[in-house]
């Protein structure tokens, strides 16, 4: 999962990317980007590390321009700690350009051979988004019968990539000396929202982003989201053109954007972050209520933060007293998303303290919004016990988490899943907890969808069911034979 920006401004750029990339900064901690167009001309820094490391006063200064794109990178495609895989990506023909990228190419292999044998181009990294980078150029290229390039033939060469691509995407690139283009794969499983604003001198000013509070938080009004396959071209003049440039396009948002990796007060396809994690407490209340005897617990916690809205609701629902007795080290990063298992088992107890004023003797209900590989679940159970807890009931406000993930979340290997193929009692068993309890998958879906226009999503990594319909048990087998080595 990573972070996108891309801004056409009427002033300089620099300063609002950057602002804008520390909004994103929960989407990935690997690395980062920015790039900056000047008229034709590209001003690139990249990095890896966190935001507020990687720029220094020198590098802000060489980012000159009035429209730039920005990324924030955990890898799911190519090495975590290779500078090489940094985005955003660039390449010097067609005009120039270059992209960054939300998502997971799922025809990797297929495209490797064509971006050889038949497009004649050569990638220097094991990222997938270079190869989106160079189909991009080479569609581009194919548009191209004089000396000018319009938004028809960006949206012609958009077309094409959708034919050729197959995975999840969101995309923004920079033409030198052309503009700003922003597209998002035809089942809109990563997310993209349009913003507005009007500048000081009464002009457009455009930004388009991964998540909402980024529009909001830098005085954007929200225009849209992106439909699943549509294009936009924003001009150096600001002028902005879209087209659906899908033949069959369907919207599947990602359910785990909603469960854990969005922040809670970002609106994603018109639905509120927020509001869906309450909903999914209420939905998990009812399984728990059905499951369990609630006078037997004796308070509700949440893993902070992502689980907070989840277990008020649970507490509200339960008529049991809700209390934090997990505290957090806002300066660790986000276990999920941290390269390695012993990485992560090592950063729960640098991230989390257990206050034993909150546990001693009590029966703790604990609630978080889901269980990965069970690393963190089982040193959260633990801490708990240690703390002085009498009982400990783990539950998931999601459910259980089965299958591998292939459209942008790091879990390739279904053998890391704790999930996979085992009973409810046995996770129970590894995690060494008393009672376990998860989210139904037809709760999560409601919860999500409650109020809204959308009729699906993608929930592969609870069902198996890949929206795309081009994932296979021998791609999958691949691709965890790719991981693991």
């Known amino acids: 999962m990573c972070g996108i920006v891309g801004i056409f401004s009427n002033h300089q750029i620099n300063q609002l990317i950057y602002d804008s990339l520390l909004l994103l900064q929960h989407r990935g901690q690997d690395s980062t980007g920015i790039a900056t167009m000047e008229g034709s001309l590209f001003h690139i820094c990249k990095s890896k590390g966190q935001v507020k490391e990687a720029y220094r006063t020198r590098d802000m200064r060489s980012l000159l321009g009035n429209i730039g794109i920005g990324h ?3 890898a799911t495609k190519g090495t975590a700690d290779s500078e090489n895989e940094a985005q955003p990506f660039y390449v010097n023909a067609p005009y120039g350009i270059i992209l960054v990228h939300n998502g997971n190419l799922t025809n990797t292999r297929e495209l490797e051979k064509q971006l050889f044998n038949i497009d004649r181009r050569h990638t220097n990294s094991s990222s997938d988004t ?4 160079n189909i991009f150029a080479t569609e581009i290229q194919a548009q191209i019968h004089g000396s000018s390039l319009s938004p028809e033939h960006i949206f012609s060469a958009i077309k094409s990539l959708h034919k050729r ?5 969101a995309a923004i690139a920079l033409i030198a000396g052309h503009g700003l283009v922003a597209f998002r794969d035809p089942y809109g499983i990563r997310p993209l929202v349009l913003g507005k604003r009007i500048s000081e001198d009464n002009r457009d000013e455009w930004i388009l982003a991964s998540e909402s509070l980024v529009l909001e938080n830098n005085d954007f009004q929200i225009v849209r989201d992106l439909d699943p396959g549509e294009a936009v071209f924003i001009s150096v003049n600001g002028e902005l053109h879209s087209q659906q440039c899908s033949d069959n396009p369907k919207l599947f ?6 469960v854990y990796l969005a922040r809670p007060d970002s609106i994603m396809n018109g639905i509120s972050v927020y509001e869906a994690r309450l909903r999914m407490g209420d939905r998990l209340a009812n399984t728990i209520k059905k499951t369990l005897n609630s006078g037997d617990i004796d308070v509700v916690m949440p893993i902070p933060d992502s689980s907070r809205p989840s277990a008020m609701q649970v507490a509200r629902q339960l008529g049991v007293e809700y209390r934090e007795g997990f505290f957090k080290n806002r300066y660790v990063g986000r276990t999920f998303i941290m ?15 257990a206050m034993s004023t909150e546990f001693k003797g009590k029966n703790i209900l604990i609630v978080d919004d889901s269980i990965v590989r069970g690393t963190t679940s089982r040193e959260i159970v633990q801490m708990a016990r240690l703390a002085g807890a009498n009982k400990v009931t783990f539950t998931s406000a999601a459910p259980p988490i089965r ?14 899943l704790i999930a996979y193929d085992r009973s409810i009692l046995e996770i129970q068993n590894i995690l060494l907890v008393d009672q376990l309890v998860y989210q139904e998958v037809g709760d999560l879906k409601t919860a999500i969808l ?31 034979t790719e991981y693991i080595s």
């Open 72 to 74: 924030v990178r955990y």
């Open 130 to 133: 270079e190869m989106l980078l």
């Open 165 to 169: 691509v197959e995975g999840s995407y």
């Open 253 to 258: 948002p990602c359910s785990f954007e909603y």
């Open 339 to 353: 390269p390695g298992q012993s990485q992560r088992k090592k950063s729960v107890r640098q991230k989390l303290n």
């Open 403 to 416: 299958f591998p993930h292939v459209y942008g979340i790091n879990m390739p290997s279904k053998d890391e």
């Open 450 to 480: 409650d109020d809204s226009k959308i009729e699906d999503l993608d929930m592969s990594c609870f069902t198996g069911h890949y929206v795309t319909g081009t994932v296979t048990n021998e791609y999958l087998n691949w691709v965890e």
